[in-house]
């Protein structure tokens, strides 16, 4: 039997991205997207892979919304989809997260200047040692830690001067900017939270960011993960969550259109 060719990865021509004068906008779940699917105007439903993409216009500019489902691959199989049809100029990914920084509050927000997997390593019998993910294609290692465009991280803070955001009782949400981290699992534990906090810098954990980072990363699309604090991950996270997720998630979505508005 005849063997097929092998194609080894420095033969491959990898394509020049196009974008297109498109902004895309990811949320995991309902909450996170309701409210920029209320706000967007000429809408247009199309769906690929039974996954739903709304085109529209968002406070002046072309946009395509979809809610990606929970966790790493839902998250990565609906950017890589997204990404394929839409060729966006960039991608934006709104929601809830729970806080790992001791200082942080629910409310509050994080612009993700880096996205890291927690989850993706060695366990060894006295800790987790974290591994770089590999391009399949080069088979290049990417980084740990995946950089957000920083043309983004700075259009963030700009708006975030003058954003309004609902408070938290009688507080004020803070924005701060730092790692988000991203694992497939509701982080419940104080323990766990020292140690995103402390071995990995980071200020919130959730779900999705780093598979919708990677997989712009490996395209070369520009992207950034906001996320704004339903809980602390502590021992208390899920009595938290119920109570300020939705408080969260529009103030995640705030800081969204307040950018998209600015593009």
Known sequence: MAQSPVIVASDISLAEYKPQNITAILGAFP??????????QQKKELIFQNIRYT????????????????????????????????????VLFT?????VDPDLSPGDLVIGSSVAYHDYGTITPDSMMLRATRNPVSM??????????????SLAQQVSNKLVLHKIGDRSPKIVTGT?????VFVSSRRATQYMHQKMNAEATEMEGAAIAQTCYQQ????????????DAGNKASADVASFYKIAA??????????????
């Open 31 to 40: 909450p996170e997207v309701a409210l920029i699917h209320d706000r967007i």
């Open 55 to 90: 085109t529209g216009v968002l406070n002046g500019r072309p946009v395509v919304l979809a809610q990606t489902g929970m966790g790493k691959v839902n998250a990565a199989i609906t950017t890589a989809l997204l990404i394929e049809h839409f060729n966006p100029r960039e």
């Open 95 to 99: 929601g809830i997260a729970g806080g």
């Open 140 to 153: 290049q290692e990417n980084p740990v830690y995946f950089p957000s465009a920083t043309s983004l991280i």
């Open 180 to 184: 988000i981290v991203t694992g497939d």
């Open 220 to 231: 070369k699309v520009p992207f950034l993960v906001i996320r704004s604090l339903s809980d």
């Open 250 to 263: 529009e103030n995640s979505a705030a800081m969204i259109m307040a950018m998209v508005a600015r593009l």
